[in-house]
């Protein structure tokens, strides 16, 4: 890309005011020198854009100023290198930045997997980080812990230092300190302590003179007394400086080993300092970045350069879509020049990924070049020789430009007789149709405006103009052709009367009624297109309404779908449960050695627990059961024989309560439930529509009478409400069940438990 692009479109503005948002030197220096974006790239560095936009609007920018360390790194991969203390607190600070970026960025990963990448490119430096922290202190200075050599030294220092000051204050303690001090005060003067004697009295105390005030009063005077001791004091600084080289020796060392990465780090660094101050750039001005496309679709697209200065630029929409060629035409001042230079900059900014003032549903293709041909200010006189400068400039355009060029140009075919300008711009637009660039143009000749409305490559459009207030209206009218309206123009700015007067006579009745024609013609247009737009926007309802209804129509079907899906699942654990309940019974009975066994084991720990019990039964007691009471005849284990009138039954022990002694005469009424033999059928009882507490009382006696006749299994019905849980809470707990279960579908399914004694 040509420089004379970059500046006719005012790139350096965008640039500067990218420097604004900048934290360090180095990204001034990468902005100054900054290139478009390979093709390849371009897309992934638009959606890092687009992710720091919205981080930045949810957080603020964590990034601080920050210095250029990349010089000292390099040094420092030099052996024997030793980098100074301003250098190597540079480096810790970007250290700091870093590991806070990097929290920064791990916290909202969750907003951008693309962060990802940025993280794995920045290190960790925890381990350099404490080492400086260990051996320089925030002030800059190289702490005494560093080294036991420079720990030692300084404390000897601190002792000379001190032995100094004692004789020094000794002599302000002097009778005559008053004539020969001018103040009481021990200053250094070059490295060494000194204090300062009225010049008059200098010759009273024995030293080396060091200076004199600018005054000529005082005299500073290194008395002989501490001579030997400043001497040493030297001598022990001297230590203390090569103490300190060999300790930023080995820290540069340190540093050495972990400099590659950290440089590699710090240009990530730098990138993402880029990165923000592009999203920064994006959210203060309301920004996007356009999709890759194959056509210009540039959206309520504003210029960039007016809306850094605030002066709230009308969105126009630019569009090459069905065509390749766009033939600009309208009234002067009426904002052609700004059309062009809104599209041109923009499409800079796009391959540079800095988010341009347009609708996030633009595109932009990528091409090979762009080139422009622009004048400097639309009101500078045109002369032979700006004439000759477009041309030059056009024929460069010319000589370069390919099918993947842009090609812009302002005011085709100025400068020259209208005739001959006119011949040659539609010269150059049939040259530019041959290469098949796209090309959009700006003219006010006629001869070009009538090409373009039968060309098959180029589209014509005006920009609008309010005739009333005489001012651009910036809104882009497709399909038609504009008037250039100078006189109107000169009217607005003060052209005597007459003049205009004149010009219109000049102009001719055909010119008049040609201009009238074509003003019907853009109103009938203009109106087309207003009732286009009011049509696409109930499309777009319409369409809207169909995505809506497609997209309820699919949740119901999927939801249909995982509704048939659980049922089967559910259906299917229904089986597993049931073959695995059965393979449990199974192995239960091979346990036992026989179902006779189990239940014997079963009466035997009843037994125990029916020995733990207060009330105890024994013959000739009186005892209930099931509503009838009987007299207790024989007693065998857990079983009693009790005579029930003319009846005798033996019957459980637990199930049996002590009753008082009732007269002989007392009627004994007792029902048994009969069962059919095991051929007949299975027995059952239906518990539905009870209560809990009935249901339960039923099932009791129906589990007594069931196992006293001996069947092997009993068919139970609840249904599948809170009964089923009572009735399986009971099974669990009877000694009658060894085993109980859901019926299978044909026995009466979940509502029905088979129960095995």
Sequence with gaps: MREYELKKLEFHKIKENLKLRTHSVASLEYIENIKPIPKEELLQEQKLVECFMKLLRQRENILYSFDDISKSLKKAMIEESVLGIDEILSIYKVLKIIKDVRKFLVDALDRCDLFNKILKDLGTFQTLEAEIERTIDPSGVVKSEASRDLFEIRKEIK??????????????????????????????????????????SVKRIVGIVHGVSSSGFTTYLEPQIVVDLNNKLAVLRTEEEKEIHLVLKKLTSFIRERANRLLESFNTLVKIDILMAKASFGIEYECSLPSIGDCIELLEARNPIMSILSQNPIPVDIILKDKKGLVLTGPNTG???????????????????????????????????????????????????????????????????????????????????????????????????????????STHHTPIKLWAVNSDYYEPATL???????????????????????????????????????????????????????????????????????????????????????????EMEKAKEDAWKNAAKEAQNYLEQLKKEAQEFLVGLKEKASLKDFIKQKQEELKKLEKEEEQQIEVGDWVEFMGGKGRVLEIRQDKAQVMFGDIKAWIKLKDLSKTAKIPRTHTINISLQKFENKKAGMPEINLTGLSVEEAISKLDKFLDSAFASGVKMAKVIHGVGVLKKA???????????????????????????????
Excluded: C, W
Excluded at 362 to 390: A, R, W, Y
Excluded at 733 to 755: H, L, Q, W
């Design 159 to 200: 002792q000379v230092e001190k032995t100094i000051t004692e004789k020094l204050e000794a002599l302000f303690q002097r009778p005559d300190s008053d004539i020969l001090f001018s103040e009481k005060l021990i200053t250094v003067r070059q490295n060494r302590y000194v204090v300062p004697v009225k010049t008059q």
């Design 335 to 441: 904002g052609k020049t700004v059309f062009l230079k809104t599209l041109g900059l923009s499409y800079i900014m796009f391959l540079h990924a800095i988010p341009i003032p347009a609708s996030p549903n633009s595109k932009l293709p990528i091409f090979d070049n762009i080139f422009v041909d622009i004048g400097d200010e639309q009101d500078i006189s045109q002369s032979l020789s700006t004439f000759s400068s477009h041309i030059k400039n056009i024929s460069e355009i010319l000589q370069r430009s390919t099918e993947k060029t842009l090609i812009l140009i302002d005011e085709l075919g100025a400068g020259t007789d209208p005739l001959e300008g006119s011949a040659l711009g539609i010269a150059i637009l049939d040259y530019i149709k041959k290469l098949n660039a796209f090309v959009v143009v």
């Design 464 to 554: 609008m103009f309010d005739r009333d207030t005489l001012r651009p209206l910036y809104k882009v009218l497709y399909g038609t052709i504009g008037e250039s309206m100078g006189i109107e123009v000169a009217k607005r700015f003060g052209i005597p009367k007459e003049v205009i007067l004149e010009a219109q006579k000049l102009l001719g009745e055909n010119t008049l009624e040609y201009q009238g024609v074509m003003e019907n013609l853009n109103r009938l247009v203009r109106e087309y297109q207003d009732k286009m737009e009011i049509l696409e926007k109930h499309r777009e309802e319409l369409e809207l309404l169909k995505r809506k209804y497609e997209s309820l129509v699919e």
């Design 727 to 757: 009735v399986t809470d009971y099974l669990s707990s009877s000694s009658y069940v060894v085993f109980y279960r859901d019926a299978y579908p044909k026995e009466g399914g979940p509502g029905t438990t088979i129960v095995y004694f």
